[in-house]
């Protein structure tokens, strides 16, 4: 037991912790380092320059030495700043310069905790802070920053314009007023040495607007957008504006959550919604009046807020924006559609109507009227003339009477009592569309028995009903039938009854 107390004693000497730093602030670029003791109980001593202090603060552009003795991670706390300004635009820094966070000495007992940069742009500038990996985002609630950086942006009155995080959609802030960023550790953790700087900051000219912000939407990624310096209201007279890009094809869909209106004693609150290119406003309300919840746009868009003199409460709002596919596109797609099957249903129409139009033609030039001696008429097409299947020859349309008793002559040839010869020899001339050919020195005394001729200066015709004319042919031919039978020798000839000779 004794020889275990002699070691302890032995060894206290080399258990605490003492170590000295030689700290050359010029490797920094401008930095001041601040470090303080934490716990003012606990064993940690701290020197500069083998003077004792709780509180050091090492001066830039000079090499200084550091003692900690006793002195652990959670007993000291480091913190970087810098200050760039600058009083006409044209002695700032041109061009963009990156925020990068400075490395410590390895003899430091804790890392850095918080790197703060104030700028300072001349009276009539501004500053421009613009991601340089990815997009940023705002520290909102349903979008709170659970990385180990964030990154805090306030006026040079120490008054908040926001927190924000990496994995976002804002791509640029522009501030009209001197601005303090602060890249910090969440819930106290050690900052996290990053080899590539998150900002990039610039000194610009003037600008219209307090408070400008570039956003870039992102498809299905909602963003969250909260007036500066939310949760408290914005400055009196404060204006903010938000560039809001949207992606092709897309539109818009802003919901206003957790607005507040003050009662304004100058002026009024304005909410305004603008596309780019366009005169005319989308959307415009005051803090007195009905401000509608949702509104939807299409193309890059303007987000305007401005703010009054507030006699009580305060304006603050979180604008939510969700992406969606353009209506305009859904009807312009179903509108296209719609064309396409009319132009498709024309066409058709079209080549059906031709298709019929042909065949119409083609039926109509085959339909030609053709003359048959036999009774029978038809129209020839593509198939000729009538299959025996098809013919209808034996079918009459109409019977002649003299035909009908044709059968009543003969017999009486065969019984004998007509001549030896048929009255009516069958007529070999020329068919009765021809007139007959007559001689020249013929005369009307000398024309011959049996021969038919053309009256042309008799008499007309008189016009009888098919029923006289069938029974007057029946009464004649029966009655001729008997009386010939009856009296008539077989070398009497029947012939056709002449007329007066005069045609009167």
Same mark, same amino acid.
Not at 125 to 144: A, D, N, Y
Not at 175 to 201: C, D, F, W, Y
Not at 223 to 250: C, D, E, N
Not at 403 to 421: A, N, P, S, W
């Given at each position: 037991m004794?020889l ?10 080399v258990?605490s912790v003492?170590e ?5 602030m010029r490797?920094?670029?401008g930095?001041?380092?601040?470090i303080?003791k934490l ?9 500069i320059?083998?003077?004792?202090q /709780? ?6 552009d000079?090499?200084?030495w ?20 600058c009083?006409h635009?044209e ?6 310069f990156?925020l990068?966070?400075?490395t410590?000495?390895h ?6 905790s918080? #790197? ?9 500038g ?7 990996t ?10 709170l920053?659970n ?5 805090k942006v306030a006026?040079?009155d120490?008054?908040s314009?926001g ?5 976002g959609?804002i ?15 969440t ?6 040495m990053s ?21 870039s ?15 408290v ?16 094809k897309?539109e818009a ?6 607005l507040?209106?003050p009662k ?15 005169l005319?406003?989308d959307y415009?309300?005051?803090e ?10 299409s ?10 003199m ?20 859904l009807?312009t797609?179903?509108?296209?559609v719609?064309?396409?099957?009319v ?13 019929f ?5 083609q ?12 009774g ?8 000729g003339f009538?299959?025996?299947?098809y ?9 002649e009477?003299t ?8 017999k009486?040839v065969e019984?004998?009592?007509y001549?030896d ?16 050919p ?6 009307p005394?000398?024309q011959?028995?049996?021969v038919?001729?053309s009256?042309?200066n008799?008499?007309? #015709?008189?016009?009888?009903p098919?029923?006289h004319t ?7 031919l ?13 070398n009497?000839?029947?012939?056709p009854?002449?007329?007066? /000779?005069?045609?009167?």
């Amino acid at each position: 037991m004794s020889l275990l107390f002699f070691l302890l004693f032995l060894l206290l000497p080399v258990l605490s912790v003492s170590e000295s730093c030689e700290v050359n602030m010029r490797r920094l670029k401008g930095f001041l380092l601040y470090i303080k003791k934490l716990r003012p109980a606990s064993d940690c001593e701290m020197k500069i320059n083998s003077v004792t202090q /709780e509180k050091i603060t090492v001066p830039s552009d000079r090499i200084t030495w550091l003692t900690f003795k006793d002195c652990f991670p959670e007993d000291v706390q480091v913190i970087a700043r810098r200050v760039i300004a600058c009083s006409h635009l044209e002695d700032c820094p041109k061009g963009p310069f990156s925020l990068a966070m400075p490395t410590l000495p390895h003899c430091f007992p804790a890392p850095l905790s918080s #790197v703060t940069w104030n700028l300072q742009p001349p009276l009539y500038g501004s500053m421009e802070l613009r991601s340089t990996t990815v997009p940023i985002r705002q520290s909102l609630p349903g979008q709170l920053c659970n990385d180990s950086i964030i990154i805090k942006v306030a006026e040079d009155d120490g008054s908040s314009v926001g927190h924000f995080c990496p994995q976002g959609a804002i791509e640029k802030l522009e501030l009209h007023t001197n601005t303090s960023v602060t890249i910090s550790s969440t819930e106290g953790k050690a900052l996290r040495m990053s080899s590539q700087p998150l900002l990039a900051a610039s000194f610009k000219g003037e600008i219209s607007e307090r408070y400008i912000f570039t956003v870039s939407l992102k498809k299905d990624t909602p963003v969250l957008l909260g007036t500066p310096g939310w949760p408290v209201g914005m400055k009196s007279y404060a204006t903010v504006s938000w560039i809001v890009s949207v992606p092709p094809k897309m539109e818009a869909h802003l919901m206003f959550a957790n607005l507040k209106q003050p009662k304004c004693g100058d002026r009024h609150t304005y909410i305004q919604v603008q596309r780019f290119g366009s005169l005319e406003e989308d959307y415009s309300r005051r803090e007195d009046e009905e401000a509608d919840s949702e509104i939807t746009v299409s193309e890059r868009f303007y987000l305007n807020m401005s703010n009054c003199m507030p006699e009580t409460g305060e304006f603050s709002v979180i604008t939510k924006i969700t992406l969606q596919r353009s209506q305009k596109l859904l009807l312009t797609v179903i509108l296209s559609v719609v064309a396409v099957m009319v132009v498709i249903f024309a066409v058709v129409l079209a080549v059906v109507c031709v298709v019929f139009s042909r065949k119409n033609k083609q039926q109509l030039s085959h339909q030609v009227s053709i003359y048959n001696p036999n009774g029978t008429s038809f129209l020839p097409g593509h198939s000729g003339f009538p299959t025996p299947e098809y013919d209808e020859s034996h079918v009459y349309a109409s019977i002649e009477d003299t035909l009908v008793y044709t059968h009543l002559l003969r017999k009486g040839v065969e019984i004998g009592i007509y001549g030896d010869h048929d009255p009516y020899p069958s007529f070999t001339g020329p068919p009765d569309t021809q007139r007959p050919p007559i001689s020249k020195d013929a005369k009307p005394d000398n024309q011959k028995v049996n021969v038919y001729q053309s009256f042309q200066n008799g008499p007309p #015709v008189p016009s009888r009903p098919a029923s006289h004319t069938k029974s007057m042919i029946e009464n004649e031919l029966y009655q001729g039938e008997k009386e010939n039978t009856a009296d008539l020798s077989p070398n009497t000839l029947l012939g056709p009854r002449k007329e007066p /000779e005069g045609g009167n």
